[in-house]
């Protein structure tokens, strides 16, 4: 009797270790991992900032966050006329670096298209992770140790979500505002593709941003949605950006294109100037919809569409949106890869990859990848410098 009963329990556990093993390969599949080692720094809110708001047409305040729990918060706040060059530093608090630049506020919208023969490198989705994203681009010889620019006439392609989902929003904000600043006195361009992470907190959608940011709106006497509405500089800049773009060739999207777009009669640049007027507005179904809706869904929208991994399209469904705007193919995120990888004949390349976060560990461990294209050759970049052909 002891023996059936062992043999019946037994035959249970091994079931049951043969389901968890299957289900943490399905999770590992999708993407699932556990994180530990959560460092206290990321609720550091000693200099902590900067945060610009417009006060009127001329003057911007100018705030950083001071104290800590224990002591009590205040604000170190100056006024600046907006035609100053605006000396300022942004802490990264967990190796206790500092990001470096001027504060500007002329935002212009960038062109839809360029053409040249200089190299492309892409990342999407480092979703707040600074120093991942700092690291990525010095081994990838984008930047110097320094923080300063160092990729001559190159783009750096950064496609959506570059926020949420982490403590170091403001950190990596600033370090692209830098960037941009940097790369275009050398001849070279720092492209922020809005993803529908942007779009969200442009919205006041922020429920996938970290706690820390609902604290730092408090401290500095707001709401969250103020950090980055129509009277911030962060705002401003962040409205200027485009949805898609085309770079020598290749189009750079956050979702992606839906087939219905063969049905828009509009040009890259008349698709980013109607999605910017409504960068304030949340994609909610508007009644008797016109075509031009399509832009602005949250499901098939440009900054939000999943189909490439999603739905059943056909190779001519994939191309006929290429070659409308005479693109050899598309580089989009959003939906997570095992790595960067091609689909449809090399047509559409997926490169949002799961990157290590700043203030934990993850098990699985964690690795980031990019894109680099340099004139038709294209490859898979890794955090430590190396490259491999797609």
């Not at 023969?117 to 120093?131: H, P, Q, T």
């Not at 720092?190 to 919205?203: A, C, R, S, T």
């Not at 304030?280 to 399509?294: G, I, M, T």
Request: aromatic share 12%; with cysteine; proline share 3%.
């Amino acid at each position: 009797m002891k023996r059936r009963i062992f043999r019946y329990l037994k035959h249970v556990f091994s079931t049951l270790l043969v389901l968890i093993l299957i289900a943490i390969s399905i999770g590992l599949y999708h993407g699932a991992s556990a994180s530990y080692g959560h460092n206290e720094k990321r609720l550091a809110f000693h200099n902590e900032g900067p945060y610009a708001f417009y006060k009127n047409d001329s003057i911007i305040s100018v705030n950083y966050l001071k104290g800590t729990k224990e002591t009590g918060f205040y604000l170190d706040q100056k006024e600046h006329h907006i035609k100053e060059s605006i000396p300022a530093s942004c802490l990264f608090p967990l190796d206790s670096t500092y990001i470096k630049f001027n504060l500007k506020t002329n935002f212009i919208s960038p062109p839809s298209t360029y053409n040249d023969d200089n190299k492309v490198l892409a990342i999407s989705d480092i979703e707040s992770g600074y120093k991942t994203f700092r690291d990525f681009l010095i081994k990838n010889q984008v930047i110097d140790q320094q923080l300063n620019w160092k990729f001559g006439k190159g783009h750096l392609v950064l496609v959506g979500d570059f926020m949420d989902r982490g403590f170091s929003t403001t950190q990596v904000l600033w370090f692209i505002y830098k960037l941009e600043q940097e790369a275009k006195a050398t001849g070279g361009h720092v492209h922020f593709i809005i993803g529908n992470h942007e779009l969200k907190n442009m919205y006041g959608d922020y429920q996938a941003a970290s706690l820390k940011y609902t604290f730092v709106a408090s401290i500095l006497g707001k709401s969250q949605a103020n950090l980055y509405d129509q009277n911030s500089v962060l705002g401003r800049w962040l409205a200027s950006k485009n949805v898609i773009e085309s770079i020598n060739g290749n189009l750079f999207a956050h979702g992606g294109l839906h087939p219905d777009i063969m049905k828009i009669d509009m040009t890259l640049d008349e698709i980013n100037s109607f999605v910017r007027s409504s960068y304030y507005k949340a994609p909610y179904p508007k009644p008797n919809e016109d075509e031009n809706q399509l832009l602005l869904s949250s499901k098939d929208g440009i900054c939000w569409y999943r189909g490439y991994f999603k739905e059943d399209l056909t190779q001519e469904e994939v191309e006929k949106p290429l070659a409308k705007f005479k693109a050899n193919a598309i580089i989009v995120g959003h939906t997570l890869q095992s790595k960067v990888k091609s689909h449809y004949k090399g047509k559409v390349i997926g490169i949002d990859v799961m990157h290590p976060k700043d203030y934990h560990k993850n098990w699985p461990r964690k690795t980031s990848e990019g894109l680099l294209i340099h004139k038709e050759d294209y490859f898979r970049i890794f955090s430590d410098g190396k490259k491999k052909p797609l």
